[in-house]
T-cell receptor
Framework: SQQGEEDPQALSIQEGENATMNCSYK?????LQWYRQNSGRGLVHLIL?????REKHSGRLRVTLDTSKKSSSLLITASRAADTASYFC????????????FGKGTTLSVSS | NAGVTQTPKFRVLKTGQSMTLLCAQD?????MYWYRQDPGMGLRLIHY???????AKGEVPDGYNVSRLKKQNFLLGLESAAPSQTSVYFC?????????????FGPGTRLLVL
């Protein structure tokens, strides 16, 4: 079963707007990661947030983590057409921390 | 560095045929993974390896076998392909046993089983 679930499944915005997508998970985690996948390509790591962190920034990306609610959010500010992609959250699958479980993803479409 | 490469990029099989997907990484990573991606399902872990000579089952291992004879290569085998194995397969690798390592993905292999 999926550990992470992204919401919404699809999001359409205009260039310059902010995009927010959310991820909920079921069990305790060590860290949560966000990945991007452009159409027909492999996944690319965006940002990692540890369980003892609440917020993290990387360029136009801002990630928050609320372990009490078992949820995370990814905010992309001042979006660009090049941000059009699918975004996945991923969490560790077991206590040994050897593999990630991915959610089903949010498909973001940014129009100019 | 080529990163993570996958061979082949695309393949069509008939039901019952066998094939091997090859994943290679040149980053000296210890961990390697095979995922499948289906529409609306996200990525699901098939098998993974924590080092040369080791393999372990993931979420959906049935119908697949893997081998990690060399550190840089991770092979995924389908002994008797079924239409349900039509999917896009991604290989990934990560550096060490540390739990906070990110994964690097290959470009994927599209497999169609008729």
């Amino acid at each position: 079963s999926q550990q992470g679930e992204e919401d919404p499944q699809a999001l359409s915005i205009q260039e310059g707007e902010n995009a927010t997508m959310n991820c909920s998970y079921k069990t305790s985690i060590n860290n949560l990661q966000w990945y991007r996948q452009n159409s027909g390509r492999g996944l690319v790591h965006l940002i990692l947030i540890r369980s003892n962190e609440r917020e993290k920034h990387s360029g136009r990306l801002r990630v928050t983590l609320d372990t009490s609610k078992k949820s995370s959010s990814l905010l992309i500010t001042a979006s660009r057409a090049a941000d059009t992609a699918s975004y996945f959250c991923a969490t560790l699958v077991n206590q040994a921390g050897t593999a990630l479980i991915f959610g089903k993803g949010t498909t973001l479409s940014v129009s100019s | 560095n080529a990163g993570v490469t996958q061979t082949p990029k695309f393949r069509v099989l008939k039901t019952g045929q066998s094939m091997t997907l090859l994943c290679a990484q040149d980053m000296n990573h210890e961990y390697m993974y095979w995922y499948r991606q289906d529409p609306g399902m996200g990525l699901r872990l098939i098998h993974y390896s924590v080092g040369e000579g080791t393999t372990a089952k993931g979420e959906v291992p049935d119908g697949y076998n893997v081998s990690r004879l060399k550190k840089q290569n991770f092979l995924l085998g389908l002994e008797s392909a079924a239409p349900s194995q039509t999917s896009v397969y991604f290989c990934a690798s990560s550096y060490s046993i540390m739990t906070q390592e990110t994964q690097y993905f290959g470009p994927g292999t599209r497999l169609l089983v008729l």
